[in-house]
């Protein structure tokens, strides 16, 4: 029988201590997978795998990690071993919109916005491999947007990263298909998490606002997103690879932030 069961298995999930990869790290722990999570704000991570383990019985573990420097990303999949042994799934999630005008951009926040949206899928897929190689029923999902398939005006470098990272998972299932791992990708809509509903209010944007113009008219909420990525890790879609599903409530549902006239000062 196939089924979203994901028993026995290990994932990790970057971001995961906030909107949707603690949205992902809950609904696969509820679905009987182990769990990492990773992120930079370890008191934060700790908290979220504590409560994730307490409600589901699941080992859920936090390692603290910047998902743009190698040497973390390589000590977050050697934790992950140690811990437990394995790797079966990989959640690329860790990222974030930084808006500029293109003319205004300083070059380091275009190269930052590169390495955290795109560059850090490649160091962790590619520090995972060897694991996964071992897995019987290896997948990675990749958390683009829908910038990267539309564009959004004040994010250049976001866009043209997260239009890459779709690029990058057709390339590696390509790639590593033939050796048993899947890789697919989703094009996140508008979705109220912690990072988002903080970055639309800069915008005068909210919840309300950014649902309305979508056909199934009102915003995403991380276990939209959470949801589809079990599908993509799960039996289900064991002939499904390289591809980007759109989870946005529906073509044309961007929202006004598209045209907005972007820049934002403490977008750190
Ligand atoms: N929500 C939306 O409307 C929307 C739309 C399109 C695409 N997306 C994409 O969906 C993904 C999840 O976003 P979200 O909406 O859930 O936003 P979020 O609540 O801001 O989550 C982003 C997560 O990424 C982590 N992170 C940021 N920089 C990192 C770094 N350098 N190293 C490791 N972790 C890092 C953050 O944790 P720390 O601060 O602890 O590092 C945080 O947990 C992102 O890739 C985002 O671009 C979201």
Same mark, same amino acid.
């Not at 973390?72 to 437990?84: H, R, S, Y």
């Not at 996964?132 to 398939?149: C, E, H, P, Q, R």
């Not at 009102?218 to 591809?243: H, K």
């Given at each position: 029988?196939?089924?979203?069961?994901?028993?026995?298995? @290990?994932?990790? =999930?970057?971001?995961?201590?906030?909107?949707?990869?603690?949205?992902?790290?809950?609904?696969?722990?509820?679905?009987?997978?182990?769990?990492?999570?990773?992120?930079?704000?370890?008191?934060?991570?700790?908290? @979220?795998?504590?409560?994730?383990?307490?409600?589901?019985?699941?080992?859920?573990?936090?390692?603290?990690?910047?998902?743009?420097?190698?040497?973390?990303?390589?000590?977050?999949?050697?934790?992950?071993?140690?811990?437990?042994?394995?790797?079966?799934?990989?959640?690329?999630?860790?990222?974030?919109?930084?808006?500029?005008?293109?003319?205004?951009?300083?070059?380091?926040?275009?190269?930052?916005?590169?390495?955290?949206?795109?560059?850090?899928?490649?160091?962790? $897929?590619?520090?995972?491999?060897?694991?996964?190689?071992?897995?019987?029923?290896?997948?990675? @999902?990749?958390?683009? $947007? +829908?910038?990267?398939?539309?564009?959004?005006?004040?994010?250049?470098?976001?866009?043209?990263?997260?239009?890459?990272?779709?690029?990058?998972?057709? @390339? =590696? #299932?390509?790639?590593? +298909?033939?050796?048993?791992?899947?890789?697919?990708?989703?094009?996140?809509? #508008?979705?109220?998490?912690? +990072?988002?509903?903080? $970055?639309?209010?800069?915008?005068?944007?909210?919840?309300?606002?950014?649902?309305?113009?979508?056909?199934?008219?009102?915003?995403?909420?991380?276990?939209?997103?959470?949801?589809?990525?079990?599908?993509?890790?799960?039996?289900?879609?064991?002939? =499904?690879?390289?591809?980007?599903?759109? =989870?946005?409530?529906?073509?044309?549902?961007?929202?006004?932030? #598209?045209?907005?006239?972007?820049?934002?000062?403490?977008?750190?």
């Amino acid at each position: 029988m196939t089924t979203f069961d994901l028993k026995d298995r @290990v994932a990790i =999930i970057t971001g995961g201590g906030t909107g949707i990869g603690k949205a992902t790290a809950r609904l696969f722990a509820e679905n009987g997978a182990n769990i990492v999570i990773a992120g930079r704000q370890l008191e934060r991570l700790e908290e @979220v795998a504590k409560s994730i383990s307490e409600d589901t019985g699941q080992r859920v573990v936090a390692i603290q990690t910047d998902v743009r420097d190698e040497d973390q990303v390589q000590a977050l999949i050697d934790g992950t071993i140690a811990e437990f042994g394995k790797l079966d799934i990989l959640i690329n999630n860790a990222g974030g919109a930084y808006m500029f005008p293109t003319k205004d951009m300083p070059p380091d926040r275009f190269r930052n916005s590169i390495e955290l949206n795109l560059t850090s899928a490649y160091l962790c $897929s590619r520090a995972a491999l060897p694991h996964l190689l071992k897995s019987d029923n290896a997948a990675i @999902v990749s958390m683009s $947007s +829908g910038a990267g398939v539309t564009g959004v005006k004040g994010g250049a470098a976001y866009s043209a990263g997260k239009a890459g990272l779709q690029m990058f998972t057709r @390339v =590696i #299932a390509a790639e590593w +298909g033939p050796k048993g791992i899947r890789a697919n990708a989703i094009a996140v809509g #508008a979705v109220a998490s912690e +990072g988002a509903l903080r $970055s639309w209010e800069r915008f005068g944007m909210d919840a309300d606002s950014m649902g309305e113009n979508n056909p199934l008219r009102r915003v995403g909420w991380p276990i939209d997103i959470a949801n589809g990525a079990l599908f993509f890790v799960s039996e289900l879609s064991s002939w =499904i690879t390289g591809q980007t599903l759109s =989870i946005d409530g529906g073509p044309g549902g961007m929202g006004g932030i #598209a045209d907005a006239d972007l820049w934002s000062e403490d977008n750190e």
